[in-house]
């Protein structure tokens, strides 16, 4: 039949995130499957996209993002992450840091690549590298903290190898890597002359006093790192869809091309309401935030061991797995749908984070949540014993 979807849609699924958030609006149930972050934003950010509007900056804007924001985004690198990058010629504006991510993998990965991922990984991730006829080739991870070898790492690069993804803090293992997991992957990007593809948008939700290390700061690892990142969560403005890549002028200057084809531009006025947050908000916004965070952490977590469902207490991000195995059912889907109906709270079956069997055993939680919303699932959690 000539007319049929394309033989890449093949490989692709609806993402069961957002299978389970449908699922979850069909009982009216509490969404704790999508990381929507119904948190409030800053004030200040919302007044700064409100104003940009009123002054007329709803225009196009250049293709990798308006130059308030690329020089705030530089300027907050070199401060954070430790990374040095010229607003004009090495970052990239996107839609969102899924669509930084797209962008890259469509310009610097060619069908056939093989690219390596931590599993458990998160499943935009793997689509975005089917989407491009990429071939994902995991590396397990060890729980309960997720640890892997170098030994591990180095058995699954091929000849076919062109990039690693590094995700820290991590969706959805909530893994915050260390220095020495991370000169693993330099060891070894350097080695066989490869990509890393770090994704770190939850650069900011850490607990516990870690703090966060960037890839591309470590030692020659600046030239072959594309960085991605964005305030969609930091905000709480998920729906604006702005994120941003950072990375060497020859790289960025391609990752651009694909951002101004997929997308043109990223919305002006929001870019300015991002811009206005990074130049303004002071350092004790993301102390607070990372606090808070941990305490909906804590909350979500004490309820989840009552209730018989081991959780794996993550270390940043917003993301909890919990071990669902006490739960009926013969596979994480099975049993994501029966806690759903017990409770009326939305998780997604730990299949979409693993490649094996092991996904079976997990269902992954968001606590992006309001106090309220949060202490309403907590209960319903602890109300059912497994």
């Known amino acids: 039949m000539k007319r049929a979807v394309s033989r890449r849609m093949a490989d692709l699924a609806q993402s069961e995130i957002r299978a389970m958030t449908q699922a979850c609006a069909h009982v009216k149930g509490i969404n704790m499957a999508q990381g929507v972050c119904d ?43 430790g990374i ?32 390596i991922v931590f599993e458990p990984f998160y499943q935009y991730h793997v689509s975005a590298l089917l989407a491009v006829e990429a071939v994902p080739v995991t590396v397990r991870m ?31 293992s909530g893994k915050v890597w260390t220095r020495d997991e991370l000169e693993r992957v330099a060891t070894i990007a350097k080695k066989y002359d490869l990509f890393v593809l770090s994704d770190e948008i ?54 651009g091309v ?7 531009c990223a919305p002006a006025p929001l870019q300015m309401g991002i811009a206005a947050g990074v130049i303004e908000l002071p350092g004790d916004f993301y102390q607070e935030l990372a606090r808070s965070y941990q305490q909906k952490r804590d909350r979500v977590c004490e309820a989840l061991a009552e209730a018989g469902l081991t959780p794996l207490i993550p270390e940043g991000a917003y993301y909890v797995l919990a071990d669902v195995s ?51 699932a907590c209960r319903r959690l602890k109300r059912v014993r497994w």
């Not at 090495?90 to 899924?98: F, H, L, Q, R, Y």
């Not at 669509?99 to 990965?109: D, I, M, Q, R």
């Not at 058995?155 to 969706?171: C, D, F, L, Q, R």
Request: some cysteine; glycine content about 8%; overall charge negative.
């Open 39 to 81: 948190t409030p934003a800053p004030p200040l950010v919302l007044e700064a996209a409100q104003r940009a509007i009123r002054e007329g900056r709803n225009v196009y804007t250049r293709f990798d993002g308006l130059p308030e924001l690329r020089q705030a985004l530089a300027e907050k690198l070199a401060r954070y992450n």
């Open 84 to 115: 040095q990058a010229d607003p004009d010629t090495e970052i990239v504006v996107s839609a969102g840091a899924t669509g930084a991510f797209h962008c890259a993998c469509e310009a610097l990965l060619e069908p056939g690549d093989e690219v």
């Open 142 to 172: 060890e729980s309960p903290a997720w640890t892997f070898t170098l030994t591990q790492l180095e058995h699954a690069v091929t000849a076919k190898t062109k990039a690693v993804v590094v995700n820290s803090p991590g969706n959805p």
């Open 202 to 255: 939850y650069e900011y939700f850490l607990y516990d006093g870690r703090s966060h290390l960037s890839i591309a700061s470590l030692s020659g690892m600046a030239e072959r790192t594309i960085t991605i990142g964005g305030y969609s969560k930091t905000f709480s403005v998920t729906g604006w869809r702005i994120g941003y890549s950072v990375a060497a002028r020859p790289w960025a200057q391609a990752i």
């Open 258 to 264: 694909v951002n101004d084809l997929l997308y043109v």
């Open 326 to 376: 006490k739960v009926p059912g013969p596979t994480g889907k099975a049993r994501a749908m029966a806690l759903l109906e017990a409770t009326g709270v939305a998780g997604v079956p730990g299949e979409a984070f693993f490649s094996g069997p092991e996904g079976a055993r997990f269902v992954r939680f968001s606590y992006a949540k309001t106090d309220e919303e949060l202490d309403e």
